[in-house]
């Protein structure tokens, strides 16, 4: 059926959704590997992490109960030696980096610049509390915490989330595969001279950019996708259904570009599937998909700007699906109101949860007492200028989760 007869509406692509084979393919892969793919099974923590008190500030492990007090230097310990068999007697006391376990005997941390230093002895003068300065055993994640949901896209702030805590391996599905088809006599493909490809636009030709830049958004937004192939042909139907017939054969989706419209150039038309042909949207009314044997087809217009509303609208939610993605990517710096006051002096970076409301995206921080990026349900971090925020500011975030609704229209 050609657009014209009636133009479906946006909420119609979720029946074809049923009609699309998921990727099912799953392997299991290294964690600073997984950056764009789809976890494919829930990850939990194998273990509490970290095992032994860690110390969050360059100092001296000491026992909290003998603060304040005079202690003997014996050694120090850096963050990456693994001193289990070091433990400290009454009085004694060893220097630490962050990120370094703390030797048996010591729960506390005195950072360097508190203390009096005299040769091998260090002056404590105040008393510090059971694990201050220190991240006590299990407090990034306990064993069995949730740190990547099934279906979520993996972030690089998951990977170095699931890295601090020593989860090296994660079950991930396969990218889904496509082929994309730019059609059109008049498309000219670089690289050409550049002189020679203006004189040609004011002849009439049309540099091919429009595949270009529907592969540029899936590269960019959708990396759990994989362009395999793009090629151009001219306007005649046979050349068209062969590039379709073979990616067809070798890929999970295809992707048409131009020829789209009700003219007698309509290769979606042409080539004969049934599916939904033409949306209530505007630019990009043209666009249209088909699913055969589980792999969907997609038509879109020549045109950049109606081809990229019908990727956003289109292609992408149905991409989604076939990937089994439930949570995607973030898509960078944006600007939220934040939900809770934030004090502090100093300027802070706090995780934060985003959810979009009547009046834009909202930022609810994330109260946490340690440096990873373990929370599962954190989308970014904000922003806090010097002296803090209140309830009601608008703060800088960088999203690193996708906040938008996963229905067919991508709201």
């Not at 963050?79 to 370094?100: C, H, I, M, N, W």
């Not at 990517?329 to 970076?349: H, K, L, S």
Request: charged residues 25%; neutral net charge; aromatic residues 8%.
């Amino acid at each position: 059926m050609r657009y014209l007869a009636g133009l479906n509406p946006l909420a119609k692509v979720a029946e074809i959704l049923p009609l699309v084979k998921k990727i099912g393919d799953v392997k299991k892969i290294a964690t600073w590997d997984a950056v764009g793919y789809v976890a494919a099974r829930d990850v939990a923590a194998p273990h509490d992490y970290p095992p032994y008190p860690r110390a969050a500030y360059d100092g001296y492990a000491v026992s909290s109960e003998a603060t304040p007090g005079r202690f003997k230097v014996v050694g120090r310990v850096l963050v990456g030696q693994f001193r289990r068999d070091l433990s400290l007697k009454p009085g004694e006391t060893v220097y630490v980096t962050v990120g370094a376990f703390l030797p048996e005997g010591a729960d506390a941390v005195v950072p360097e610049e508190a203390v009096k230093r005299e040769g091998d002895y260090v002056e404590v003068e105040r008393r510090y509390e059971k694990y201050a300065n220190v991240d006590p055993p299990g407090s990034y994640v306990q064993r069995g915490a949730l740190l990547v949901k099934q279906g979520q896209v993996i972030t690089p702030f998951d990977v170095v989330g699931l890295l601090d805590v020593g989860v090296t391996t994660v079950p991930v599905y396969r990218k889904a595969t496509v082929g994309i088809v730019a059609t059109g006599d008049e498309l000219v493909v670089p690289p050409i001279d550049p002189e020679v490809a203006a004189e040609l636009v004011m002849r009439g030709k049309v540099i091919e950019s429009t595949a270009t830049l529907v592969e540029w958004y899936i590269r960019t937004f959708m990396p759990y996708v994989e362009v395999r192939e793009k090629v151009v042909t001219g306007d005649k139907h046979e050349e068209v259904r062969a590039a379709v017939d073979r990616f067809l054969a070798q890929y999970d989706a295809v992707i048409i570009t131009g020829g789209a419209g009700p003219s007698e150039i309509d290769h979606f038309y042409k080539l004969g599937y049934q599916g939904l042909r033409g949306f209530r949207m505007r630019p990009g009314r043209p666009t249209s998909v088909a699913v055969v044997e589980g792999k969907p087809i997609f038509g879109l217009s020549g045109y950049p700007i109606s081809a990229l509303h019908g990727v956003v609208r289109i292609v992408e939610p149905v991409l989604r699906h076939m990937a089994n993605v439930t949570r995607g990517m973030g898509q960078g710096w944006t600007y939220a109101t934040i939900t809770q006051d934030v004090r502090g002096e100093m300027a802070q970076i706090v995780r934060v949860r985003l959810e979009l409301g009547e009046g834009g995206l909202y930022a609810t921080p994330i109260k946490v007492h340690h440096h990873s990026f373990t929370e599962v349900d954190a989308c970014g971090v904000a922003l806090i200028p010097p002296g803090g925020v209140k309830k009601g500011d608008v703060v800088a975030v960088l999203a690193y989760r996708d906040v938008r609704r996963l229905g067919p229209t991508l709201g």
